[in-house]
């Protein structure tokens, strides 16, 4: 048993004199590396973003109604404290009234002047008046931002108290927001708050990201970097000099093969294991989403390597030639493919 120990010893000898091997194991390290820092913050709710869906049209006829009312009102105290400029280019957008020209630059700068000026009501300690919001149903988390004093209010809450001021009233022309948003950061930058909560969150990242990095940096990338990488080991076996030392010790040819098969095998699961224990704890610890499934994909990938080597070890065998054996191997993937893709075919239409 010792000699074939030695021989699978002498495949990772074999696989650290490859440059191949250390340009495979240092972007793995550098794409980890890049991916660590991405994550995402929780924040309140309270600026107004593109993601809101708002009836802009409706909504400023509302307030210059109310304003022209002269009765306390929320639409009367958000339209008074806007300024003049501002008033002037919302009464533009008032009149845009045809979904045509809704669609011209018109109407979008008409829209970002409603967001700017809202978002710089939602800063302001003294948007709220009680006389203004008597008539209004406000929900309890606004109840409870009020009760508290307006100067203990941190620059978030008072945002997301005002928000609420100006969204209740209006609920027929401002889409209301869960409490919490996220913001996607990197390397301590975090983008604008995106209308998705948590949970809507770690589903993408379940769903989406995760199952794409899988069949793609795994299923795809990762095993055309393991054969490159594996393709020479059963070819440098016939190196002048290899042989004859090979065949001087006491071992089968037979349990050579394998013994040299096992090696490569062997390599590649540490490699493969190394992505995907980062993979998982960057997933983990960045997003909270322990994914055991992630780790279960190892001793997937390896089943899948075994028999994709099986066709680069026996190619490497006969014709000798690590590029033949790569050659081989992706024509045996291809067809792989072709018969996937014609039994889906076939069984969706026939």
């Known amino acids: 048993m010792r000699p ?9 000898r074999e696989a650290l004199a490859s440059s191949v091997l250390w340009v495979l194991l240092g972007l793995i390290v550098l794409f980890l590396l890049a991916v660590a820092p991405i994550g995402y913050k929780l924040n309140l709710t309270g600026e107004f973003t593109w993601g809101d869906r708002i009836d802009g049209p409706e909504l400023v006829a509302r307030l210059r109604g ?55 009501l939602i800063h302001r300690r003294d948007f709220y008046r009680a006389d203004d919001w008597s008539e ?23 945002a997301r108290l005002n ?50 990095a899988m069949n793609w940096i795994v299923g795809v990338f990762g095993m055309i970097a393991a054969i490159l990488v594996t393709s020479a080991i059963i070819p ?39 992505l995907l224990v980062g993979l998982w704890l960057i997933a983990g610890l960045r997003f909270g989403i322990w994914n055991r499934g992630m780790l279960w994909c190892i001793p997937i990938f390896l089943f899948m390597f075994l028999i994709y080597y ?18 081989v191997t992706v024509v045996f993937w291809v067809a792989c493919f072709g018969v996937d893709f014609t039994h889906t075919i076939v069984q969706r239409f026939f």
């Open 163 to 212: 928000r609420l001021l100006i969204e209740t009233p209006f609920r027929a022309h401002i889409h209301t927001r869960s409490a919490q948003s996220i913001s996607v950061s990197y390397f301590g930058m975090a983008s604008d708050p995106l209308p998705f909560t948590k949970q809507q969150a770690d589903n993408f990242v379940k769903e989406w990201v995760l199952t794409t």
């Open 310 to 327: 099986a066709v680069s070890a026996l190619a490497g065998l006969i014709w000798k030639s690590a590029v033949v054996s790569v050659i």
């Open 136 to 158: 209004a149903s406000l929900p309890q988390e606004a109840k409870d931002y009020l009760a508290r004093p307006r100067d203990d209010l941190s620059r978030d809450e008072l």
């Open 66 to 120: 109310a304003h022209a009312a002269g009765e306390p009102s929320p639409g009367r105290r958000i339209w008074s404290q806007f300024d003049e400029e501002t008033r002037g280019q919302l009464a533009r957008l008032e009149r845009i009234a045809d979904n045509r020209r809704g669609e011209g630059r018109e109407f979008l700068q008409g829209m970002d002047t409603l967001r700017e000026g809202l978002n710089e």
């Open 4 to 12: 074939y120990l030695a021989i699978i010893k002498d495949s990772f």
């Open 236 to 274: 440098q076996m016939f190196d002048p000099g290899s042989i004859t030392l090979l065949l001087s010790k006491p071992v089968s040819r037979s349990l050579l093969f394998t013994a040299k098969f096992l090696g490569g095998c062997a390599f590649i699961l540490l490699s493969v294991s190394l």
